[in-house]
């Protein structure tokens, strides 16, 4: 157990278990709330969420997984092969070339890259490009908003551990890089966001292609059916398809798994029938031989059908991002057994057919379906598409989701469909533009040969991103071997990067769609996060001093009105400078004044013990403080005001008690806390987490309770600071704590700093248009921060002021 003492201007963190004198480490003590970070706490929910995972749930989440996961990958053989044969089979081997470079793509960045190491690369059991993002930002200060605080490396769940000394000096040497450079700061974050908007570019383009290629069926038994007729058949499945989201992951996920367990068992047993039927030589494509032939034959041809064979695994982008949704293990489990095996046998069987019959190159899934077959292989395909989609648009409701916490999106209003899984979310706003995108695209390009086209870009430059960055978390994070970082980056970039120079070579063709779409996202993430980080830096240099602060307070106008005023504010450090413009206004403040500042800290969840920190500003009889309410980056914030200012006002009464009650010779003397609350952990702490004894007491305690107590534990606190309290100051501690209870009580009211940002006249052109324009025009369009607080509206003041940045 690790308690904390202060010691020559720092805190040091010390390990109990070991003895009191054992070894510790410092943690540099800034303008914080330190005293409360060290607050007892537990394991966070995400961490112990996959490790005690039981095998029930394994294979329930297995069962599940299989509906939101491997809808896109398992629909991918509707249209693989007629995009990469779209000028027809030159040479009867090129189709075992091709069966060759499907094969071992497949198991090269799929199985083995993103199934078996990437998702080991998560962040406390989340996946993607943002959380390898987070996991970085945790290891070194690469964040462009200063808001860190020696505090947050206090919660459970950050978790740095050691490593052996040659890596560790390696890992410092990259730390020590990153946080100094600020280039390498922009260039980590540019590449985060283009990945990112890449994967919401992705969700745009997965749903018309799979649906239209579904869909496109029906001219085998329907030969009159036109190209619009399938077009606006497509149209109406994807509006049903955005319709059906609002009711969360977690049903759809069920409701679509036993479709898509039957889509791989058709197209399994069906390509199992084709391979005995027509060929089972295809089997030889195993032989990587087949693919040098192959390059050999058809020389640029063969390079640039390369972005072509991309099309084979897309939709793992999502199952690696989606891994929050589900587990490692679960993962593993039913892509091992369920959808590898099927895939497999599916493209060859189709092989096996087109070496029959090469001139069907253009529908060769649908012409290797037997005819008894048809229209059952023709409804599932259809459910199937839908199901394929479901990942990517899962995928990007978690995306921008994480954008809000890095600041680099507008708010806008993020729903939690699940109570029992973490992170299951659903987005409105994001959903409706999705379906308007996915709508058009389908209306204005009517085949899939140029969406597939388009599709390839997205996925080989995330897989490319997810390379470079899964590199920095091996050295930073991992502290593996440098030659097991040199094989992995050696290996996957030079042939990611061939493949990337194929799908550019056809950028004319189609990848300039999601181009274009990202360009436009990157835009508004680059803004929003610019203002954003502009506005923090301008209000954390003009914070107001202590003096400052405490003249305030002590003027002869100010007025006090009965009940407690929360001041939200995005400054964790010092009282932000629109507090003395609202003096000037209004010299009225309530009898509690409490400035909030809501913080995410590069972690997938804090436990609520871990929420609040807390610090008193002098004066203190003015009863003025600042708290920081901390969340992780899959934490719902959209909690009701009454509920949040329940939390906040308990957390409070806990502070007020322990900065009176406790010293820090009494901390130590605590072998570990005893919890009152039966809903809490009575297990012993463990690891680095700081423990403040809290839990000894209830928040609010009635003189007697408090003195029983202190004489019914003497045993175990030899150093109880009531022994030396008289009873007068126990009797304050109470009295000041049913103060704020009874405060409470009289109504609170919230005080919203709404600040306007411009640029100061002699800035350039560029940023006077980011700033002005792009900027005020997002701010104004989408929702308010009361909204995103679901602060009551006739409990609201708002506070304007203006700033030149």
Not at 419 to 438: D, I, M, S, T, W
Request: include cysteine; charged fraction near 20%.
């Amino acid at each position: 157990m690790a308690l904390t003492a202060e010691k020559d201007g720092q805190w040091e963190v010390v390990d109990i278990e070991s003895g009191l004198d054992g070894a510790s480490s410092v943690v540099d003590r800034q303008d914080s709330l330190f005293r409360e970070a060290v607050r007892g706490g537990h394991h966070s929910a995400g961490a112990a969420h996959h490790e005690q995972d039981s095998w029930w749930r394994t294979l329930r989440l297995a069962f599940q997984c299989v509906g939101i996961l491997y809808g896109d990958v398992g629909t991918s053989p509707l249209y693989v092969y007629s995009t990469t044969f779209d000028h027809g089979v030159g040479h009867p081997d090129d189709i075992l070339g091709v069966l060759s470079l499907i094969i071992y793509s497949f198991v090269l960045f799929t199985v083995i890259k993103i199934v078996f190491v990437a998702l080991h690369a998560n962040d406390d059991g989340d996946g993607g490009t943002f959380a390898l993002y987070s996991l970085i930002s945790r290891h070194a200060k690469v964040s462009l908003i200063p808001n860190h605080q020696a505090e947050d490396e206090l919660v459970s769940s950050y978790g740095k551990h050691g490593k052996p000394s040659a890596t560790l000096r390696r890992a410092n040497w990259l730390k020590h890089r990153l946080e100094t450079s600020k280039s390498a700061k922009i260039s980590l974050f540019l590449v985060t966001i283009l990945a990112i908007a890449m994967v919401i570019s992705d969700a745009v383009l997965t749903p018309p292609i799979s649906v239209l290629s579904a869909v496109s069926g029906l001219k085998e038994k329907v030969p009159d059916l036109t190209k619009d007729q399938i077009v606006w058949i497509t149209v109406a499945i994807l509006v049903v398809l955005f319709a059906i989201q609002r009711f969360g992951t977690d049903k759809v996920g069920y409701s679509f798994a036993p479709i898509v367990m039957l889509w791989l068992l058709l197209i399994g047993g069906v390509g199992l029938y084709n391979l005995i039927k027509y060929d089972v030589g295809v089997l030889r494509s195993f032989n990587p031989k087949y693919i040098i032939d192959y390059f050999r034959r058809n020389k640029k041809e063969g390079w640039v059908s390369l972005g072509d064979i991309l099309l084979v695994f897309t939709g793992t982008e999502a199952l690696f991002a989606n891994l929050g949704y589900f587990s490692i293990k679960s993962i593993q489990l039913s892509f091992s057994f369920g959808l590898l095996p099927s895939i497999f046998l599916t493209y060859i069987g189709q092989a096996a057919y087109l070496r029959k019959h090469p001139e069907h190159f253009a529908d060769t899934f649908y012409r290797s379906v037997p005819s008894s077959l048809f229209w059952p292989t023709f409804i599932l395909a259809i459910a199937a598409s839908i199901v394929g989609s479901q990942a990517m648009i899962s995928c990007a409701f978690a995306t921008v989701s994480h954008l809000q916490t890095l600041s680099c999106f507008p708010r806008v209003r993020i729903l939690h469909t699940s109570k029992r899984f973490h992170g299951q979310l659903y987005v409105p706003e994001v959903n409706l533009l999705l379906c308007v995108a996915a709508c058009l695209v389908t209306v204005s390009f009517k085949t899939t040969t140029i969406i597939g086209k388009a599709h390839e870009i997205c996925v080989i430059l995330v897989m490319i991103i997810t390379t470079l960055l899964m590199t920095i978390v091996m050295l930073l994070v991992w502290k593996i071997s440098i030659w097991w970082i040199a094989l992995f980056f050696f290996i996957f970039i030079p042939i990611e990067s061939i493949y990337l120079s194929s799908v550019l070579y056809k950028f004319t063709h189609g990848p300039y769609v999601p181009v274009a779409m990202s360009v436009v996202l990157m835009v508004v993430m680059i803004a929003w996060h610019y203002v954003h980080a502009k506005r923090y830096k301008y209000e954390l240099k003009h914070t107001l001093s202590p003096n400052k602060a405490k003249e305030l307070l002590e003027h002869h106008d100010l007025k006090r009105v009965p009940g407690v005023g929360l001041f939200y504010t995005e400054l964790v450090q010092g009282i932000p400078p629109i507090f003395p413009h609202l003096f000037e206004k209004i010299p009225t403040i309530h009898s509690v004044l409490i400035f909030v500042s809501i913080k995410h800290l590069h972690v997938p969840h804090v436990d609520a013990s871990e929420r609040f920190l807390f610090r008193q500003v002098e004066p203190k009889e003015y009863k003025v403080f600042r708290c920081v309410a901390r969340y992780g980056y899959r934490d719902s914030v959209d909690q009701e005001a009454e509920g949040f200012v329940l939390a906040l006002v308990e957390s409070l009464q806990y502070y007020i008690r322990d900065v009176n009650l406790y010293t820090v010779d009494e901390i130590q003397s605590i072998s570990y806390p005893i919890s009152r609350d039966h809903s809490l952990s009575r297990e012993k702490p463990s690891g680095r987490h700081a423990i403040y004894a809290e839990e000894m007491i209830t928040p609010i305690q009635s003189f007697s309770e408090l003195t029983t107590l202190s004489n019914g534990v003497s045993n175990r606190l030899p150093q109880f600071q009531a022994s030396k309290m008289n009873i007068a100051e126990l009797a304050k501690i109470e009295e000041e704590q049913r103060f704020i209870q009874r405060e409470t009580e009289k109504g609170v009211v919230y005080i919203l700093g709404e600040s306007e940002v411009v640029a100061r006249p002699q800035s350039s052109l560029l940023k006077k248009i980011v700033v002005n324009y792009i900027y005020s025009f997002l701010r104004k369009n989408f929702m308010q921060g009361e909204k995103m607080l679901s602060i009551p509206h006739g409990k609201l003041l708002k506070v304007g002021i203006s700033y030149e940045i």
